[in-house]
């Protein structure tokens, strides 16, 4: 995806929030992937831009981060901002007792822009009742992970060039994991056919199967992943997410179930991509790592320039 023909106005981001995949049609997702592509070059070429001097991010993570946490300051930093990063909540006022709407409205004033991670679904949106400025979700519990699936689409269209008429596999956790859940109702924007891979306790929550078969896509859930793999045109490899668990005997029990090796990739297309959000725990081996299909480091490196499309964006510099 490329940005627009100039004969369509840019949609305009500008000081709006982002707080979930629903919020994005063909036309608004051509546009980030285009800007995206065109950070990726700014990267490439010169390392970034002063796009966002002198604006500042507040990073506010709730929940353990690598990526998401470093790729939003990385992208800040890349374009000339600066960041307030609040990685560790239980060293800040949370700690003493501090609500999220007095941690918005103090870390509002001294910011333009507020990333959030919470364990509670619906945290971004309280975020961003309480905050003029945009706040950007970065994980809200079990709920969604709204620029995780921006970045997984712009991975798909980067290392295959289209979205419609693929076969995308998605397997492992798809309850608890909130980034197949922005994923698929991303997805419904384009012509795909899904692929549910999970044991019965770990299904796609109903809401989600619920959109999918409103919006007319098809699917099918299965539990054995050697059968779905072939004719599948993306590979998307979830962790089970333990800390979600209050039985962890049944987190035991789920574990280890699907691992995606060298000998299962043998019954995969050529084409085929393998992906991730990472982090992984055993689910992908590392004899996988020298594939040319394994494409989740590559996923993980486009978010930053998603990550960077999307403030600019927000911030009305894109
Ligand atoms: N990093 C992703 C998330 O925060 C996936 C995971 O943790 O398994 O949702
Ligand atoms: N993909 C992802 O969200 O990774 P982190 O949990 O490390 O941020």
């Known amino acids: 995806m490329r940005p627009n023909t100039p004969s369509l106005p840019a949609p305009s981001f500008a000081g709006q929030d982002i707080l979930s995949v629903s919020q994005f049609d063909r036309t608004k997702l051509e546009y980030v992937s285009g800007v995206a592509h065109e950070m990726r070059v700014l990267v490439e070429r010169f390392g970034g ?30 374009l000339g901002g600066q960041v307030i990063p609040i990685n560790n909540v239980q060293y800040s006022s949370v700690s003493k007792g501090e609500s999220l709407p007095d941690t918005i409205r103090t870390l509002e004033s001294y910011s333009d822009v507020i990333v959030i991670r919470h364990p509670e679904v619906g945290a971004a949106a309280t975020a961003a009742y309480y905050g003029a400025n945009p706040v950007i979700n970065a994980g809200d519990g079990v709920g969604e992970h709204p620029t995780q699936a921006l970045l997984d689409l712009f991975t798909i269209v980067e290392e295959l060039g289209k979205v419609d008429g693929l076969t995308v596999t998605m397997v492992g956790d ?119 299909r394994a494409a989740y480091f590559r996923q993980m490196r486009n978010g930053m320039y998603v990550r960077m499309a999307l403030l600019a964006a927000v911030l009305g510099r894109a």
Request: net charge negative; aromatic share 8%; no cysteine.
């Open 174 to 292: 798809l309850k608890y994991g909130r980034t197949v859940h922005s994923l698929t109702k991303l997805l419904l924007n384009y012509d795909v056919t899904f692929r549910f891979v999970s044991p019965e306790i770990l299904q796609m929550p109903s809401d989600v199967l619920d959109a999918v078969n409103a919006s007319g896509h098809a699917y099918e859930q299965v539990e054995a992943l050697p059968d779905a793999v072939a004719g599948s045109d993306v590979l998307y490899v979830t962790r089970v997410q333990k800390e979600r668990f209050t039985d962890l005997a049944a987190y035991d029990r789920v574990k280890d179930l699907y691992v995606v090796d060298e000998e299962l990739l043998t019954q995969a297309k050529e084409q085929m991509i393998v992906m991730h959000p990472l982090p992984r725990v055993g689910e992908i081996t590392y004899g996988v790592d020298d594939d040319p």
């Open 49 to 78: 831009a002063d796009l966002l001097q002198g604006k500042i991010l507040a990073n506010l993570f709730y929940e353990p981060s690598t990526r998401t946490s470093s790729s939003f300051m990385a992208a800040m930093m890349r």
